[in-house]
């Protein structure tokens, strides 16, 4: 586990813009928090949390820009479960589409969370999907996940054939739309 | 059951709702632009995959468009990027708005001055200020690339029905103060992340007695705090400001459309999650001094001592003090632009302090309009020879220094005085320093060469 102690973290810091123009979903990795990294002494580079699989954040992790980018890089870097006390709305959908777990916790019990590993960086911390709860040793905190994003992050569903099978309601919804509604040409 | 505006948008959209599924929401209207498309179009190929609905998707270029020197200036990656944009609309049958073209501009002011935003819509774009729509009474937010792809191919979208917030704003802006600080003081005193979860309606007679495009920048802002979208209930301003666009309704539709749009309004009696007040009457125009749009003070103020580890962080990268008067703060350049603020009335606002005066000589001012359209009816009226007389730089359209994805980014270390909508470390370049503020605001800047409260000028 790696800690980032810092609240509102932006997507703008998690994948810089330069790194936007590639039109690929893989090869992001490199250029997490790039320009924080750039300047040295960041904390995801210290040794003791070279592969790290779970980061644990303050407040508000992911707001700002909606790039799926930012999940890419953290699910490229490694990664695989984020906890923090909050997460911005796009953000935390972009990790399901991604394979990548968002967990919220409340406040104290990240902090207990980031106590832990400042302490000891070697310290081992689970984010249990299935059972839905984060633990380590002597403690076990449970979370909520909303289902349908369970059932997808554990069994991998491609949403898109899922939204398919509903193929019938959607053209009869097509049908029943207002005629004066804009098409774009 | 008396509902609220957000309800009923979200109810004439559900195709299909089940017992611990997300509704399944139909998408009116997709926007589509050239930075989170790419990966959504490369996923639907390999699956096979064609876009169900051509005819309510519509696509443009603006987040990396140099805004001079034609295509050819801009760099190799971003070329491509427009290019494969480009490619996929063509193979896809998309109208494209590209570089070039009267109509093609920041997504989010193309929208509305195409007539395609409209009330009682659902809008998505691949981009989190799409929030920006919902003052013409739409549902409209932002989504991420996976979602882009699944909408091309399905024209659906899954969604969790979010909490309802109402801000009530009442009172009379005083003289010098815009909608956008309305809305910077109303994210100063929520934080970041109050509206997570929430669709937010902003009314009250205040918020009735803005502009649409008032409304749109107050609307736009809306993720800053956190909302996953933000709406105004539509009335005859909004309906002024649709008719006669190229995509609005005519004649008997036009009627038809009437009847139904007049039906979004939050019914008497519909409960909020929360209800926000604000007083206009005693707002000032404000600035951000940190590096996050809720680190914001009035102008006339100073910066607040750091109360956080992120406050600190914040003024470290600011390189400024706690207790120094933000009147006091030097800037090096000046942007007037973004989805937030560069429509006609923004430009106009910003000249309107300008006529007559010049640019501090320190300072490098650019005004980059939000369409190609804006441009062109700016430059009817002679604002741009305004701007220009006054040492502005006069550029095309597009996002620009919002984000610095093309060439216009700030140095290191330089200061700018912008009408954007995020002051975030290096959103304007690597180690730029950004302070929000509205149009009127960056403009006295611009003269000033420092922070200033544009009611000095005016
Ligand atoms: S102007 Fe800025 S905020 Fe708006 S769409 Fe472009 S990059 Fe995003």
Redesign the interface.
């Known amino acids: 586990m790696a800690p980032l ?4 973290v ?1 997507t ?2 998690i994948i ?3 790194f ?6 893989t090869g992001y990795g490199p250029y997490l928090f790039y ?1 924080w990294r750039a300047r040295g002494g960041f904390v995801l580079d210290r040794p003791e949390y070279a592969g790290a699989t779970v980061l644990v954040a ?3 992790f992911g ?7 930012a ?1 890419w890089a953290l699910r490229d870097f490694g990664f695989q479960a984020i906890i923090a006390p ?1 997460f ?3 953000f935390r ?2 990790c399901y ?2 394979g990548l777990l968002a967990v919220t916790l409340p406040d104290s019990q990240v902090r207990h969370l980031i106590d832990l590993v400042n302490e000891d960086p070697s310290v081992e911390v689970t984010a249990d999907l299935e059972r839905q709860v984060v633990r380590g040793e002597g403690f076990e905190y449970p979370f909520v996940i ?3 994003a369970r059932e997808m992050l554990l069994q991998g569903l ?3 054939a899922l ?2 099978r ?1 193929d019938a ?2 053209s009869a ?2 049908k029943r ?9 | 059951m008396p509902r609220t505006l957000a309800q009923k948008l979200w109810e004439a959209h559900v195709i299909r709702s089940a017992q611990g599924e997300p509704d399944l929401l139909f998408v009116d209207l997709h926007l589509v632009h050239e930075v989170t498309s790419p990966q959504a179009f490369e996923g639907l190929r390999m699956a096979g995959r064609h876009v169900r609905r051509p005819d309510l998707t519509v696509a443009t270029t603006d987040h990396n468009v140099p805004t001079r020197g034609g295509l050819r200036s801009a760099d190799e990656l971003s070329r491509k990027q427009m290019e494969v944009l480009a490619e996929n609309c063509r193979a896809e049958g998309i109208p494209l708005h590209q570089m070039g073209s009267r109509r093609q501009g920041i997504v989010h002011v193309i929208g509305p001055e195409l007539g395609l935003t409209q009330p009682g819509m659902l809008i998505v774009c691949g981009d989190s200020h799409t929030s920006t729509h919902g003052a013409f009474g739409a549902l409209a937010f932002g989504i991420g690339t996976s979602e882009v792809e699944l909408v091309l191919a399905t024209q659906c979208l899954p969604q969790k029905r979010q909490g309802d917030l109402a801000v009530n704003v009442t009172g009379q802006l005083p003289l010098g103060v815009t909608a956008k600080d309305i809305v910077l003081g109303l994210i100063g005193r929520m934080g970041t992340s109050a509206g997570q979860g929430h669709l937010v309606e902003y009314g009250g007679p205040t918020v009735r007695g803005l502009s649409m495009e008032g409304r749109m920048t107050v609307c736009n802002m809306s993720i800053e705090w956190g909302a996953k979208a933000g709406m105004v209930a539509p009335d005859d301003t909004t309906f002024a400001y649709v008719e006669g666009r190229p995509h609005a309704p005519k004649g008997a539709a036009w009627e038809k459309a009437l009847d139904h749009w007049r039906t979004l309004r939050t019914d008497d009696g519909a409960a909020f999650d929360g209800v926000i007040e604000v007083d206009a009457s005693t707002l000032e125009p404000h600035v951000t001094w940190g590096t996050t749009p809720a680190q914001v003070v009035p102008v006339t103020g100073r910066v607040p001592n750091p109360h956080s580890e992120t406050d600190e962080r914040a003024l470290r990268y600011m390189d400024l003090r706690p207790g120094v008067a933000l009147a006091d703060i030097a800037i090096d350049r000046v942007f007037i632009g973004s989805c937030t603020n560069a429509r006609l009335e923004d430009l106009r606002a910003a000249a309107s302090v300008i006529q007559g005066r010049h640019v501090h000589p320190k300072v490098r001012a650019m005004v980059v309009p939000g369409s190609t359209s804006v441009k062109l009816a700016a430059e009817k009226e002679g604002l741009d020879m305004v701007f220009k007389a006054a040492g502005f730089e006069w550029r095309n359209a597009g996002c620009s220094m919002c984000l610095g994805m093309n060439p216009d980014i700030l140095a290191p270390g330089e200061r700018c005085a912008s009408t954007s909508n995020r002051n975030f470390e290096g959103r304007q370049g690597s180690g730029g320093r950004t302070h929000l503020m509205s149009p009127p605001m960056a403009a006295a800047a611009a003269l000033t060469g420092h922070l200033v409260d544009v009611r000095e000028l005016i």
């Open positions: 102690d810092l609240a509102d932006d703008d810091q810089p813009k330069q936007l123009k590639r039109v690929e979903r320009d303050g407040a508000n707001c700002g820009s909606s790039r799926e980018h999940p909050s911005a709305d796009i959908a972009n589409k991604t909303d289902l349908f491609d949403e898109i939204v398919e509903h309601d959607i919804y097509e739309r207002a005629e004066w509604l804009p098409a774009v040409r």
